[in-house]
């Protein structure tokens, strides 16, 4: 496998608003794209963009709250109540080769590809089998190609 781009940290937070806040008079964010709720995955989320965003290069920060009634970023936030981050992710070019790959690697792939936040096939990776990161593994956008 080729190591792929890092297409966004994310980072769980207990309110979005107050981390918009934050990204944009303290971090300077000039780019925070508005909150949108994905109800399958039980998050709100807002992507904050770093310089390059968009581009091939650039990456983002994902703001991800929990919805009411979400288990596993709510447990996260239990442990960690201020928020912090949660994981990260990296695109690969075909999401069912990449899957492949990780389990030939013995990795634990957590479910089958899903669509994620940016609208295309993702899996995520056991954090135990990563180095202690969980880590998203997304398929390239199609346009970007
Ligand atoms: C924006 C939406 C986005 C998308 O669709 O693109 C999402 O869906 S993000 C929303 C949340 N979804 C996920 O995180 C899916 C993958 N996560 C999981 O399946 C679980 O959270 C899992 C399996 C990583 C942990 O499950 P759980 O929290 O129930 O188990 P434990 O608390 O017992 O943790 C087990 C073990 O993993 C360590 N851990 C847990 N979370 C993380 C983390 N975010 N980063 C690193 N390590 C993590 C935890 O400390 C335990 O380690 P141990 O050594 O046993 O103490
Ligand atoms: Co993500």
Known sequence: MKLGRLNHIGV?????????AFYRD??????IHDPFDLPDQGV????VDTPGAGGSEGTQIELIEP??????????LEKNPAGGQHHVCYEVP????AKAWFESQGKRVLGEPRI???????F?????????VLTEIMETPREAH
């Open 12 to 20: 769980a937070t207990p309110s979005i608003a107050d981390s918009i």
């Open 26 to 31: 303290v971090m300077g964010a000039t780019k």
């Open 44 to 47: 709100k989320v807002c992507f």
């Open 67 to 76: 919805l009411p009634g979400n288990a596993s970023i709510a447990s996260f």
């Open 94 to 97: 075909e999401i069912h080769a």
């Open 116 to 122: 994620g936040a940016h609208g295309t096939l993702i």
């Open 124 to 132: 995520f990776v056991h954090p135990r089998d990563m180095q202690g």
